[in-house]
């Protein structure tokens, strides 16, 4: 019993591994950027990202929106998850992965490129990510202060008609301490691939320089595939 125990779970882990070989073959045959959108909580991901999408066309995929999807359709899931985010904790890995994975999927068709908004938030998650989807590209850190973030984030609830549940004092401090906690090793062991802004500026100022970033990419995959 233990024995077969062991040659199934060995089946297990050699589909997987072929699995996540055949992603990269067909990941790596494409010329599709992906890139990792990092930063703390009201720092502007959401604002570069839709101005990306407007220059460059690409698939933007938000996961806190994916998980606040989940939550208004009212399963068991979403009310699990939506008390995970009112603590201004982090959801985990496998959900955020699973959901990312999906859209992932249904959007890889007709891509030109991916925004990963708001992924990793912890080191393991990219681990997982560059194993189980694709490598990424890059990864764009808004770098700001906690006082610009919060003043960003009031501000923005005071405008929005529907506020967001997370959008408070209370829970922005516990999402300003879950990022601080997990950002240091996401950037030290990505620091090859990643790009720090300045986000205190206008949000034109810091455009240029994430344009200027992807741009590069873009280059970088041509001669690639030029290569190949
Ligand atoms: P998520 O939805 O990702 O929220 P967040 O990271 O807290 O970020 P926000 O969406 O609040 O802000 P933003 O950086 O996009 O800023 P925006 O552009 O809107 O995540 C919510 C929750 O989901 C998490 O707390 C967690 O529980 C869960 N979750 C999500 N991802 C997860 C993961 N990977 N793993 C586990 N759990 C996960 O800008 C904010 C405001 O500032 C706007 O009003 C904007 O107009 C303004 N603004 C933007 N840029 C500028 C500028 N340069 N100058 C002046 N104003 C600006």
Redesign the pocket.
């Known amino acids: 019993m233990l024995f077969m125990c062991h040659q199934m779970s060995m089946k297990k882990e050699a589909q997987e591994k072929l699995k996540a070989e055949e992603l990269r073959k067909a990941r790596a045959a494409s010329d599709i950027p992906i890139i990792w959108i990092l930063?703390?909580?009201?720092?502007?991901?959401?604002?570069?990202?839709?101005k990306i999408v407007e220059k460059y066309g690409f698939t933007h995929l938000?996961?806190?929106?994916l998980?606040?999807n989940e939550v208004e359709s009212g399963s068991d899931k979403g009310r699990a998850?939506q008390a995970?985010?009112a603590?201004?904790?982090?959801?985990?890995?496998d959900?955020?992965l699973s959901l990312?994975n999906d859209a992932i999927g249904r959007a890889r068709g007709g891509a030109k490129g991916f925004l990963i908004?708001?992924?990793?938030?912890?080191k393991n998650?990219g681990i997982a990510f560059e194993t189980r989807v694709a490598p990424a590209d890059l990864a764009l850190y808004?770098e700001c202060s906690e006082d610009?973030?919060v003043k960003?984030?009031m501000?923005?609830a005071a405008?929005a008609a529907v506020k967001?549940a997370?959008?408070n004092e209370a829970?922005i401090r516990s999402?300003l301490r879950?990022?601080a906690e997990n950002t240091h090793a996401i950037l030290e062991q990505y620091n090859d691939k990643t790009l720090t802004i300045n986000?205190?500026?206008?949000?034109d100022d810091?455009f240029l320089e994430v344009v200027q970033a992807i741009d590069c990419v873009l280059r970088n995959k041509q001669k690639a595939a030029a290569l190949c």
């Open positions: 930063g703390g909580p009201g720092c502007g991901k959401g604002t570069q990202c839709a938000s996961t806190g929106d998980l606040r998850l995970v985010m603590s201004g904790g982090l959801v985990s890995n959900e955020v990312l908004d708001g992924y990793p938030r912890e998650q808004f610009t973030m960003r984030i501000a923005r405008a967001r997370d959008d829970t999402r879950t990022f986000a205190e500026r206008d949000v810091i």
